[in-house]
């Protein structure tokens, strides 16, 4: 089975900075694609960013130029450094792991982490 911990959210002023991180853990022989999304109550849930094996990213319009996404392939982690945050990025963020491959041949599956509130005070 795999695994993804989040780490780093908490509670910020506007203007402020945070550094989010997930690792991945279990047998993994590659991961396409890791990022993170975000949900508010009553909300879907929206992507934020998300950084290929490659190091291609895409970011959502709201966050460019505010946000940046890395990764780290040999440690399977991925991090988002959130600068300039705003009060409408309060949320919690879910790490995501698509096509995780488990092993050379294996087919893929799609994992989620836990989730880790951001909070950004006004």
């Known amino acids: 089975q795999v695994q993804l911990v989040e780490s780093g959210g908490g509670l910020v002023q506007a203007g402020g900075s945070l550094r989010l991180s997930c690792a991945a853990s279990g047998r993994i022989f590659r991961i396409d694609s890791m990022g993170w999304f975000r949900q508010t109550p009553g909300k879907q849930r929206e992507l934020v960013a998300t950084i290929t094996e490659g190091g291609s990213t895409n970011y959502l319009d709201s966050v460019k130029g505010r946000f940046t996404i890395d990764r780290d392939n040999a440690k399977n982690t991925v991090y988002l450094q959130m600068d300039s945050l705003k009060p409408e990025d309060t949320a919690v963020y879910y790490c995501?792991?698509?096509?995780?491959?488990?092993?050379?041949?294996?087919?893929?599956?799609?994992?989620w982490g836990r989730g880790t509130q951001v909070t950004v005070s006004s």
């Open positions: 995501n792991a698509d096509r995780v491959y488990r092993y050379r041949f294996s087919e893929y599956a799609t994992y």
